[in-house]
Protein backbone atom coordinates (compact mmCIF):
# COMPACT_ATOMS: atom_id res chain seq x y z
CA UNK A 1 0.00 0.00 0.00
CA UNK A 2 0.84 3.67 -0.60
CA UNK A 3 1.59 4.45 3.82
CA UNK A 4 3.71 1.52 3.63
CA UNK A 5 5.77 2.33 0.67
CA UNK A 6 5.72 6.18 2.28
CA UNK A 7 7.38 4.69 5.72
CA UNK A 8 9.82 2.89 3.66
CA UNK A 9 11.40 6.32 0.98
CA UNK A 10 14.10 8.17 2.96
CA UNK A 11 11.99 11.24 4.20
CA UNK A 12 14.06 14.44 2.99
CA UNK A 13 16.16 16.27 5.75
CA UNK A 14 13.37 19.18 6.25
CA UNK A 15 10.29 16.36 7.13
CA UNK A 16 11.62 15.79 10.37
CA UNK A 17 10.35 17.38 13.40
CA UNK A 18 14.04 17.26 15.04
CA UNK A 19 15.08 19.09 11.76
CA UNK A 20 16.52 22.72 12.44
CA UNK A 21 14.61 25.68 11.73
CA UNK A 22 17.11 26.45 9.18
CA UNK A 23 17.27 23.88 7.07
CA UNK A 24 15.41 25.15 3.58
CA UNK A 25 12.50 24.11 2.58
CA UNK A 26 11.50 22.91 -1.03
CA UNK A 27 9.97 25.78 -3.89
CA UNK A 28 6.11 25.81 -2.94
CA UNK A 29 6.02 24.81 0.86
CA UNK A 30 5.01 27.78 2.53
CA UNK A 31 5.72 26.20 5.78
CA UNK A 32 6.67 23.19 7.38
CA UNK A 33 3.87 19.94 7.48
CA UNK A 34 3.24 19.46 10.91
CA UNK A 35 3.74 15.94 11.72
CA UNK A 36 1.31 15.21 14.24
CA UNK A 37 -1.45 16.30 12.06
CA UNK A 38 0.21 14.10 8.98
CA UNK A 39 0.02 11.11 10.94
CA UNK A 40 -3.52 12.12 11.94
CA UNK A 41 -5.35 11.95 8.59
CA UNK A 42 -3.16 8.80 7.46
CA UNK A 43 -4.84 6.78 10.79
CA UNK A 44 -8.05 8.61 9.75
CA UNK A 45 -7.54 6.92 5.91
CA UNK A 46 -6.52 3.80 6.97
CA UNK A 47 -9.68 3.61 9.34
CA UNK A 48 -11.84 4.61 6.65
CA UNK A 49 -10.40 2.08 3.74
CA UNK A 50 -10.48 -0.70 6.86
CA UNK A 51 -14.14 -0.17 7.19
CA UNK A 52 -15.54 0.49 3.79
CA UNK A 53 -13.66 -2.70 2.81
CA UNK A 54 -12.95 -1.59 -0.38
CA UNK A 55 -10.25 0.76 -1.17
CA UNK A 56 -11.50 2.50 -4.63
CA UNK A 57 -14.96 3.29 -3.33
CA UNK A 58 -15.94 7.06 -3.79
CA UNK A 59 -18.60 9.03 -2.85
CA UNK A 60 -20.00 8.42 -6.49
CA UNK A 61 -20.78 5.07 -6.14
CA UNK A 62 -22.87 5.75 -3.08
CA UNK A 63 -24.65 8.83 -5.10
CA UNK A 64 -25.69 6.19 -8.30
CA UNK A 65 -27.41 3.08 -6.71
CA UNK A 66 -28.12 0.04 -8.47
CA UNK A 67 -31.90 0.83 -9.43
CA UNK A 68 -30.30 3.95 -10.85
CA UNK A 69 -27.57 2.15 -12.86
CA UNK A 70 -29.77 -0.06 -14.29
CA UNK A 71 -32.46 2.76 -15.24
CA UNK A 72 -29.70 4.26 -17.00
CA UNK A 73 -28.78 1.07 -18.63
CA UNK A 74 -32.30 0.98 -19.87
CA UNK A 75 -32.35 4.71 -21.54
CA UNK A 76 -29.32 3.65 -22.99
CA UNK A 77 -30.78 0.85 -24.75
CA UNK A 78 -33.79 2.67 -25.22
CA UNK A 79 -31.89 5.09 -27.52
CA UNK A 80 -30.10 2.41 -29.26
CA UNK A 81 -33.61 1.05 -30.73
CA UNK A 82 -33.77 4.17 -33.09
CA UNK A 83 -30.17 4.33 -33.96
CA UNK A 84 -30.45 0.79 -35.06
CA UNK A 85 -33.54 1.53 -37.06
CA UNK A 86 -32.03 4.16 -38.74
CA UNK A 87 -28.09 2.77 -39.08
CA UNK A 88 -29.18 -0.89 -40.56
CA UNK A 89 -30.86 0.27 -43.39
CA UNK A 90 -28.65 2.76 -44.42
CA UNK A 91 -25.57 0.52 -44.41
CA UNK A 92 -27.76 -1.97 -46.15
CA UNK A 93 -28.33 0.23 -48.48
CA UNK A 94 -24.72 1.60 -49.01
CA UNK A 95 -23.26 -1.22 -49.45
CA UNK A 96 -25.95 -2.14 -52.51
CA UNK A 97 -25.56 1.20 -53.73
CA UNK A 98 -21.28 0.97 -53.46
CA UNK A 99 -22.30 -3.13 -55.16
CA UNK A 100 -24.49 -1.67 -57.96
CA UNK A 101 -21.46 0.71 -59.10
CA UNK A 102 -19.52 -2.42 -59.38
CA UNK A 103 -21.77 -5.09 -61.05
CA UNK A 104 -24.40 -2.91 -62.34
CA UNK A 105 -28.26 -3.83 -61.42
CA UNK A 106 -29.53 -0.56 -60.42
CA UNK A 107 -32.05 -0.24 -57.97
CA UNK A 108 -32.37 -3.27 -57.01
CA UNK A 109 -29.02 -3.87 -55.44
CA UNK A 110 -29.71 -1.02 -53.12
CA UNK A 111 -33.33 -1.99 -51.88
CA UNK A 112 -32.00 -5.53 -51.49
CA UNK A 113 -29.18 -3.95 -49.10
CA UNK A 114 -31.32 -1.54 -46.82
CA UNK A 115 -34.28 -4.75 -46.50
CA UNK A 116 -31.45 -6.40 -45.56
CA UNK A 117 -29.96 -4.02 -42.94
CA UNK A 118 -33.53 -3.61 -42.01
CA UNK A 119 -34.15 -7.27 -41.41
CA UNK A 120 -30.72 -7.09 -39.63
CA UNK A 121 -31.60 -4.16 -36.86
CA UNK A 122 -34.71 -6.16 -36.42
CA UNK A 123 -32.93 -9.47 -35.30
CA UNK A 124 -30.21 -7.30 -33.31
CA UNK A 125 -33.02 -5.29 -31.53
CA UNK A 126 -35.00 -8.97 -30.90
CA UNK A 127 -32.14 -10.80 -29.17
CA UNK A 128 -31.19 -7.67 -27.16
CA UNK A 129 -34.74 -7.52 -25.76
CA UNK A 130 -34.76 -10.92 -24.99
CA UNK A 131 -31.50 -10.87 -23.27
CA UNK A 132 -33.08 -8.18 -21.03
CA UNK A 133 -36.06 -10.48 -20.51
CA UNK A 134 -34.72 -13.32 -20.58
CA UNK A 135 -33.27 -16.09 -17.97
CA UNK A 136 -30.04 -15.06 -18.43
CA UNK A 137 -30.64 -11.39 -18.66
CA UNK A 138 -31.41 -9.15 -15.74
CA UNK A 139 -35.51 -8.29 -15.30
Do not use: C
Request: glycine residues 12%; proline residues 10%.
Amino acid sequence: MRDEDDRQKPKPPWWSESAPEETPLPDGFPERPDQAKVEELRKKIRADRAESGNHHRTPLHDRFRKDQGRAARDIGNYTLIPMMMLAGPVMGYLVGHYAEGRLGGEPWLGVGGALFGLVAAFRQIILMLQRKSGPGGRP
